[in-house]
């Protein structure tokens, strides 16, 4: 079974200190495996981990992860060649795609040499759930801010486009975040923008935003938008998903 139309979770949160493995899936990952609809059986859940370079030592973790919650986790490998003889079949085959956090001017570059993001289109139209965290989040959209290319913040804009919006991550945790998001919108690099403070999710179903959800309390998200005078912006409240 997948999503009833085209999903993805953007966010700024996922994980949490497992109490016998060193993660756990929290409740934003939970919640990307119920939007998917899939009753029955284990959820089929694809990590990637491009955006860090495929460390082998996390998809450990996340596998472990996985065994704890219950899903059935596979990881998608690019480095040093892809470990799946059919990518893009594997992915329409999967309930939820997570995509990992990181570098995401790197993974925009790998997946571009891989033809990734065709893939990614067809299983988000065939309603397979695109989901991750950071990187992972901002991938989904126009661009966002980033600290890719060194400590200061700067613009990514060639994101996968699925969603027609910017992206700011961390939103509350990382103080230059929020200013270099606001003169971004204010310039013209990034269009309206959506962001996510340590925690949050957001949920849209095709482009349209449907709720902001939160695994951590008092955490909410924003809509940071041009005007005539700089920016806007706008507080979204997060609905508290439950703990698994």
């Not at 919640?31 to 981990?49: C, D, I, M, W, Y």
């Not at 472990?64 to 003889?85: E, H, I, K, Q, S």
């Not at 919108?185 to 935003?209: F, I, K, M, N, S």
């Not at 041009?226 to 507080?235: C, I, L, N």
């Amino acid at each position: 079974m997948t999503a009833d139309a085209p999903t993805i979770l953007a966010t700024s949160g996922g994980y949490r200190y497992g109490r016998r493995t060193r993660l756990e899936f929290d409740a934003l990952v939970h919640h990307a495996v119920e939007l998917s609809g899939v009753t029955g059986r284990a959820p089929r859940l694809t990590f990637v981990g491009t955006a860090s370079g495929d460390q082998q030592f996390f998809n450990s973790w996340v596998r472990d992860a996985g065994r704890v919650a219950g899903f059935d986790v596979t990881t998608l490998d690019l480095f040093p060649m892809p470990n799946l003889d059919d990518v893009p079949g594997h992915l329409l085959e999967a309930d939820v795609v997570w995509v990992n956090g990181g570098s995401v001017a790197n993974l925009l570059a790998v997946w571009q040499v891989h033809d990734l993001g065709a893939a990614m289109r067809a299983a988000w139209e065939a309603g397979v759930v695109l989901a991750g965290v950071s990187a992972g989040s901002i991938c989904w959209y126009l661009g966002g801010c980033t600290d890719s290319f060194g400590p200061d913040l700067r613009a990514v804009t060639n994101g996968l486009g699925l969603l027609p919006y910017g992206n700011g991550v961390h939103y509350d945790s990382e103080e230059s975040r929020r200013p270099t998001i606001h003169a971004l919108v204010a310039d013209g690099t990034l269009p309206t923008t959506h962001c996510t403070e340590d925690g949050v999710g957001l949920h849209y179903r095709g482009t349209e935003l449907v709720e902001a959800v939160t695994e951590l309390d008092g955490k909410q998200a924003y809509v940071v938008q041009r005007t005539s005078a700089g920016v806007d912006e706008t507080p979204i409240p997060a609905r508290r998903l439950p703990r698994p």
